[in-house]
């Protein structure tokens, strides 16, 4: 189907007149209204100016104040999807100029025109009678803060706030009555004219869509003022419309937390509700490899997916399981989280070159986590998904080379805690190559797996790939006639090692000798055991013999895991 979009430049009169017919609501989704005294004193001023210099009853121009992104909903209401905080701050606006004009019992012929010009842009009037329902608004806000929007619903129904009220609503509404007033002081009849402006030459740019879809992708093409409406905005809008009133108070509370724990660890809600769908996905039997947009899917059936009582629950699962991988610590309600084995292949697998991998880890744990032999099956079905990828990547370093096999998987590990693994990939000889040079995406996974051979404590966050021959040899090493070769065995596995970084910053491109003194300091036993060698020298010999047992360690470390998987 087309996509259509209206868009139609309109003064604030013409703009707000609409509502008669498809009243503006901002939705659940949104955020709350944030417009800071600055914001506000800007607008004012700004359009105070304008009508100073440029507009008014006595010239021609108009003062652009911006697009307005909405679409028409179900119930015929116009939803806004960009622009909230302008037009919430323009109702305000409205409504202090009518309090404004409404004041006195003694009303010039110009303040009884403009209120009967804002009357329609605030409240519904009768079509017959032209009668004010002043508790009828054309702005609703349904922004999950039910406590300030019945205060915004308040303060353009009476005109009237609160004397201590801190909120963004009473705080803007007096600043801008505030604002009237000042400027009442200095010309009165200057009101007039700014009022004339405000609803004849203020022009807005309307964008209306078809559909919610259009709004928001205009919305993300449009916006560069601040964070882009997340899908898990409309998220959280959907489970809370689907909660009775006594839960949305704790789903609330549920919903901050979750922000909160996996801001913590870089991830997001968003993140979260993607790893869930795979599962999802998984329990579905998809196989496909198509991975459809989130919004999209979890839309399908009227958000079903979303309006399920364990989604929460599910959703706190994952971040547990991603607190541990992300934090290195142990959980006290999670036995498996003190296993070292299962932490050192969990920090193996974060630094596989893409997201790929964490998906059949996430399906696992939600799937066996309660089961009574879950640590003992985590580990191997931990160190199998290791074998396969490694394997997988060293012949085809690219995202699609594994794709296809994991979603195999992710659906395998719902029918058995012992998936099985469908991933075909080099015979071991092919593999011990390969592994000589390993794409410099996958050298960081080797390093780590040799590493954890020979030590129990996890390696430092901050730590860098070093080349025992250094990258700049020819400063420091005789090799000039082997130049070609150097500049080969450089990149080879058996002359890298990881090292702390700020370390390797100290020991930079020196001699073998010089750099041991700085090996023995690390706490990486690998590195350490690097610099207690007997000899003052490193050069391609030692390259290649530390290549052969390097790669003899990986390929048994895979055909020992492979094993304990049969």
């Not at 200057?190 to 402006?197: K, L, N, V």
């Not at 309307?206 to 919610?212: K, L, S, V, Y």
């Not at 993300?220 to 419309?241: E, H, M, Q, W």
């Not at 290549?547 to 895979?558: A, C, F, G, H």
Request: hydrophobic share 35%.
């Amino acid at each position: 189907m087309a996509t259509t979009i209206s868009v139609n430049k309109q003064t604030i009169e013409q703009f707000l007149l609409n509502a008669r017919r498809k009243p503006f609501v901002i939705p659940e989704y949104q955020r709350p209204y944030s417009w800071t005294n600055e914001q506000i004193d800007t607008l004012f001023r700004d359009i105070w100016e304008f009508t100073s210099n440029d507009g008014g009853t006595e010239n021609d121009g108009t003062y652009f104040l911006g697009s307005i992104v909405s679409y028409e909903n179900e119930d015929g209401e116009q939803e806004i999807i960009d622009g909230q905080q302008r037009i919430t701050s323009l109702f305000l606006l409205l409504r202090a100029i009518y309090t404004k004009l409404t004041v006195t019992d003694e009303k010039s012929p110009e303040a009884i025109n403009f209120i009967s010009k804002i009357e329609p842009l605030i409240w519904r009037t009768n079509k017959l009678t032209g009668k004010v329902d002043y508790a009828s608004i054309l702005l609703t806000s349904k922004v999950i803060s039910d406590s300030e929007n019945e205060i915004l619903k308040n303060i353009l129904e009476t005109g009237i706030i609160k004397d201590k009220a801190q909120d963004r609503y009473s705080l803007n509404y007096k600043q801008l009555s505030a604002l009237l007033e000042e400027k009442s002081k200095e010309n009165a009849l200057m009101i007039y004219q700014f009022i004339y402006a405000l609803l004849n030459q203020v022009i807005i740019l309307p964008i209306t869509a078809d559909t919610q879809d259009t709004a928001l992708t205009i919305f993300s093409t449009l916006n560069d003022r601040g964070l882009p409406l997340s899908d898990a905005d409309i998220f959280k809008a959907k489970i809370y419309n689907n909660l009775s009133e006594k839960n949305k108070e704790e789903f609330i509370e549920e919903w901050k937390e979750l922000e909160e724990e996996s801001s913590k660890i870089s991830e997001s809600i968003q993140q979260l509700f993607y790893y869930y769908m795979f599962y999802l996905r998984a329990l579905e039997e998809d196989r496909k490899t198509t991975t459809p947009g989130l919004r999209k899917y979890y839309s399908n059936n009227k958000f079903e997916k979303l309006l399920k009582v364990d989604i929460m629950e599910n959703l706190k699962k994952i971040l547990t399981l991603w607190e541990v991988i992300a934090n290195k610590v142990a959980l006290e309600d999670e036995k498996w989280s003190q296993n070292i084995e299962i932490l050192k292949v969990l920090d193996i697998l974060s630094s596989y070159p893409n997201e790929f991998w964490k998906y059949p880890v996430v399906i696992y744990y939600l799937m066996y986590k309660d089961i009574e032999c879950f640590e003992e099956r985590f580990l191997i079905f931990l160190r199998k998904l290791y074998v396969e990828l490694l394997k997988k990547y060293v012949e085809s370093p690219t995202l699609n080379a594994v794709k296809s096999n994991i979603l195999k998987l992710n659906v395998e590990i719902v029918n058995s805690s012992k998936p099985v693994f469908d991933f075909k990939s080099l015979d071991e000889e092919e593999i011990r190559e390969k592994i000589k040079t390993p794409h410099s995406k996958a050298i960081r996974m080797i390093l780590k797996t040799l590493a954890y051979e020979i030590q129990d404590e996890l390696l430092p966050e901050k730590w860098e790939i070093e080349h025992i021959l250094p990258v700049k040899w020819e400063n420091s090493y005789d090799l000039r006639e082997n130049e070609e070769v150097a500049r080969e065995k450089i990149e080879h596995l058996g002359n890298k090692t990881p090292f702390e970084k700020k370390l390797n910053i100290i020991a930079t491109n020196n001699y073998f000798a010089k750099k041991k003194d700085y090996y023995v300091k690390s706490n990486i036993q690998m590195t350490k055991e690097i610099g207690n060698l007997k000899m003052d020298k490193w050069g391609l010999d030692q390259i290649v013999e530390r290549d052969i047992r390097m790669t003899d360690k990986i390929i048994e470390i895979l055909k020992s895991w492979d094993r304990d998987y049969e």
